[in-house]
């Protein structure tokens, strides 16, 4: 099965290493443009793949779990022959960059308004959800004005742009994130940051600095808050630029 990816070599002659980047729930490696340019332009070889099923990679969200998204990291790593890289996600996507450097390392893991692991959430719901869902039916706003209101960090055609290229996600990955996905502190003993959103709740389905905060206790790591940051917003928004030049000069301490 053919994962997609978007590579954007640096030309700085100085390379500083190979960064992932792994995308939340409905997105795809466009959710990324703003991180990849700027990591690429500051020494990074950047590798922003689409999960199977979604953006341009081959196969299906039904059925997907969150195993299956992680050997989608590891699928990437083996084809472009990546030695320890970064790997950073997001929502859905920071929760399977966890699951990835529990089984096979990293230089560093960056996770972004993460789903947070079973350690973390506790004891989830039992619940099995449909095969797919959209992210109308977890809660974004359909209406304009309603998901401005919601994302009021994001210009009005990034918001339109966004809405456009989401696509389906699957029930079966849900359910499992739901009931809760064991990472244990101990597998994660590569340096790691969580960077939480102020704003990441202003809808249903959001995740935020409050969650962050709480991975970041229990993994005893480093968290970065971004104000005004909402979910979506954080990549795409006007606080994202200040987001990963905060990631950027964490990683340079590492």
Same mark, same amino acid.
């Given at each position: ?68 998204? %992680? ?56 619940? !099995? ?17 309603? %998901?401005?209101?919601? &994302? ?16 389906? !996600?699957?029930?079966? %990955? ?17 340096? %790691? ?11 249903? &389905? ?31 928004? !006007? ?16």
């Amino acid at each position: 099965m053919q994962i997609f990816t978007h590579v954007q070599k640096t030309e700085q002659e100085d390379v500083r290493g190979s960064v992932i980047l792994v995308h939340g729930s409905w997105g795809s490696s466009a959710m990324w443009i703003e991180y990849t340019q700027f990591l690429s332009q500051n020494g990074w070889d950047v590798y922003a793949l689409d999960l199977r099923g979604h953006g341009q990679s081959e196969g299906s969200v039904s059925g997907a779990t969150m195993e299956d998204y %992680a050997q989608d990291v590891k699928q990437v790593v083996t084809e472009y022959d990546l030695n320890n890289p970064v790997i950073i996600g997001h929502s859905m996507g920071g929760l399977v960059a966890l699951l990835y450097v529990a089984q096979y390392g990293a230089e560093a893991v960056v996770a972004i308004d993460p789903s947070p692991t079973k350690e973390v959430q506790g004891e989830g719901e039992k619940k !099995e959800y449909p095969a797919t869902y959209s992210p109308i039916e977890a809660g974004m706003p359909a209406d304009p004005m309603e %998901a401005m209101k919601a &994302f009021p960090d994001i210009f009005q055609e990034t918001l339109m742009k966004m809405h456009q290229t989401l696509g389906k !996600e699957s029930g079966v %990955a849900r359910s499992e994130r739901k009931s809760g996905i064991s990472v244990p502190k101990e597998a994660v003993s590569m340096p %790691a940051l969580f960077v939480g959103g102020e704003c990441g709740e202003s809808v249903p &389905f959001g995740i935020g600095i409050k969650t962050a905060q709480a991975m970041a206790e229990y993994y005893q790591k480093d968290v970065i808050e971004i104000k005004g940051a909402t979910h979506p917003g954080i990549l795409i928004g !006007e606080h994202a630029m200040e987001a990963v030049q905060k990631i950027d000069a964490w990683l340079s301490k590492q």
